[in-house]
């Protein structure tokens, strides 16, 4: 075989290469995608037609297949194999060489390898490869060969194939990518349903073999694994603790929790509970029923799943209706919605924390660079006792969780001073106003999740800071349904009449809300206000300007598959 047909060749196998290089890019991509959602194949749909034309049918999928069809009606009589090779082998190469747009340098939340995520994998790569071999014996079959005078041998006809058709169905195979990942999901349903309910048996048998264990359940739209981490830390003050990790809140993390970390020697288990539809927090209760239930409050978050206020206040409810009779039931008393909570119930306890007409309740509040001090009160068999607490934490809803916490901490018999020991060594969870110091900046860290209420008490937060520029940087709040825009513009508003000094939106089309909020407030020192399109862009800024001094407050970080690129 000559050098031509070797040529002929050569870009046959480059332009195959090309394709396969981008579809399984994509496909890691896509599958990264439906991770961050949860592996819910509704969400991930969503996501999908919210990023149509940028990821899933993109402009260059669109022009290469003009393209395609254009030599085909008009110059495919014109233009001999080698002209037509040529030209497909130069747009392949120019369009789908870059795998950029689906592999981007730096991932806030990367692709996580789990055994879950190797099942799906393994199925979509059968459907690819499948699709490939299939495809493959169609395109280099003999009766789709351009016969040439230069190509005598074998291997020269095997692989001399329709440059258009060869084209074309190598990038449908890239355009299906994305689509193929719903049957390989579903596929797979009935096998991680079955490892699913293995794992919660697995859980409920074992917290029967523990009748001493007593079981803490925190619910709630905010706050749940701050007031679940301040619990953690007054019990282990005179108890052995079990608590899940982080914002281990589902299913299969609490079941992972239970089955691997809990052993004999604990005393108490101390559960996040979560939830974004109807009947999840049951789904959990049915796995360990608690002993005491903590009810945060009731907000806006997870409204676009829920429909309602009315849905979530009775999600977070089912705390109060599945709680063991003979339990404690400790409420957020200055939540209207969650004070009620519970009163159909006359076979348990319930606290109230708050105002000082509850059992539980704050004075003479106090916030600055070192934190939070206030007056810790609570009134027991009439009698009112009362100890000074200093805490790192910053901000009235973690006092608020604190005073949830020393509502547990009192079923177990621990005091007061004991109680306030353990609030002065409190530290912030991880990227929930989380006080920081980088380089001679000022960093509060609430970049975990964000809601309405939480939002504005963060702002407030960095308006008190005086010793430099007061930066917010933010992508606003999602899954509010029908009352994100509006949230958001109250968000803005509430930052433009803070005083702070700049404002860093992530986001042209997330923040257009916020930005609204600004603009449209009548403050007289509105920020000055800076949009990017992703939290690298935000922190590239910051690198550039910040100045000695200067307070940046990160509210909320979105996943990946936010970025607007």
């Not at 014996?137 to 190509?151: A, G, N």
């Not at 079981?215 to 007054?234: E, L």
Request: proline content about 4%; glycine content about 6%.
């Amino acid at each position: 075989m000559d050098l031509f047909t070797y040529s002929l060749n050569a870009a046959i196998v480059i332009i195959c290469a090309v394709f396969v290089r981008h579809s399984f890019t994509r496909a890691r991509y896509f599958l990264q995608m439906l991770q961050q959602h949860g592996y819910k194949t509704h969400e991930y749909r969503h996501w999908l037609v919210d990023h149509f034309s940028s990821k899933v049918i993109t402009t260059e999928h669109l022009v290469y297949n003009t393209v395609i069809l254009s030599l085909l009606i008009f110059l495919s009589t014109r233009l001999t194999f080698v002209s037509g090779l040529v030209i497909i082998f130069v747009f392949t190469v120019f369009w789908f060489g870059t795998v950029k747009n689906y592999k981007p340098e730096k991932n806030k939340k990367p692709f996580v390898l789990t055994a879950r995520a190797k099942r799906l994998t393994a199925i979509l790569a059968v459907f690819v490869i499948g699709i490939y071999y299939a495809l493959g014996s169609f395109i280099f079959s003999e009766q789709l060969i351009y016969y040439l005078d230069d190509v005598q041998e074998p291997i020269g006809r095997f692989l001399t194939a329709d440059p258009y058709l060869l084209g074309f169905l190598l990038s449908l195979i890239d355009i299906a990518i994305p689509f193929l990942i719903f049957p390989a999901a579903w596929i797979l349903k009935p096998v991680e349903t079955s490892i699913q309910n293995g794992f919660k048996k697995q859980a409920r048998e074992k917290i029967a073999s523990m009748p001493h264990l007593k079981v803490v359940a925190i619910t709630g739209s905010y706050g749940k694994t701050s007031t679940k981490f301040v619990i953690d830390a007054f019990l282990k003050e005179r108890l052995s603790v079990c608590v899940t990790p982080g914002s281990f809140n589902t299913p299969m993390g609490i079941c992972k929790v239970i089955n691997n970390d809990l052993n004999a020697n604990h005393q108490v288990l101390i559960l996040e509970m979560g939830a974004r539809y109807e009947g999840n927090i049951k789904e959990l209760c049915d796995i360990a029923q608690p002993d005491i239930s903590v009810v945060t409050n009731v907000g806006i978050a997870h409204l676009e799943t829920f429909g309602s206020q009315e849905n979530i206040a009775w999600e977070k409810a089912t705390l109060a209706r599945r709680l063991k009779p003979g339990g404690t039931l400790i409420l957020n008393g200055d939540d209207p919605i969650v004070r009620e909570m519970g009163t159909d119930r006359s076979d348990i306890e319930r606290i109230l924390t708050g105002e000082s007409d509850q059992q539980i309740w704050a004075e003479d509040l106090k916030i600055d660079e070192n934190g939070t001090a206030f007056d810790l009160k609570w009134r027991k068999d009439n009698v009112i006792d009362s100890t000074r607490v200093q805490t790192k934490l910053l901000g009235n809803h973690n006092v608020q969780n604190i005073l949830l916490a020393a509502g547990v901490a009192r079923i177990f018999d621990i005091r007061l001073k004991t109680i306030a020991v353990a609030a002065s060594r409190l530290k912030p969870v991880e990227h929930r106003l989380e006080l920081k110091k980088q380089g001679n900046l000022t960093v509060i860290d609430d970049a975990f999740n964000s809601n309405p209420v939480g939002a504005k008490n963060a702002v407030d937060i960095l308006a008190e800071f005086n010793s430099g520029r007061r930066i917010i940087i933010t992508p606003g709040m999602i899954e509010l349904g029908e009352m994100e825009e509006q949230e958001n513009k109250a968000l803005g508003e509430h930052i433009a009449k803070s005083g702070i000094d700049l404002a860093i939106l992530v986001g042209k089309k997330q923040t257009a809300p916020i930005q609204k909020g600004i603009e449209e407030s009548e403050s007289p020192q509105k920020p000055e206000v800076r949009i990017v399109s992703s939290l690298f862009e935000a922190n590239d800024i910051i690198t550039s300007d910040a100045q000695p001094g200067d307070v940046v407050l990160y509210e909320n970080d979105l996943p990946d598959s936010y970025n607007e690129r």
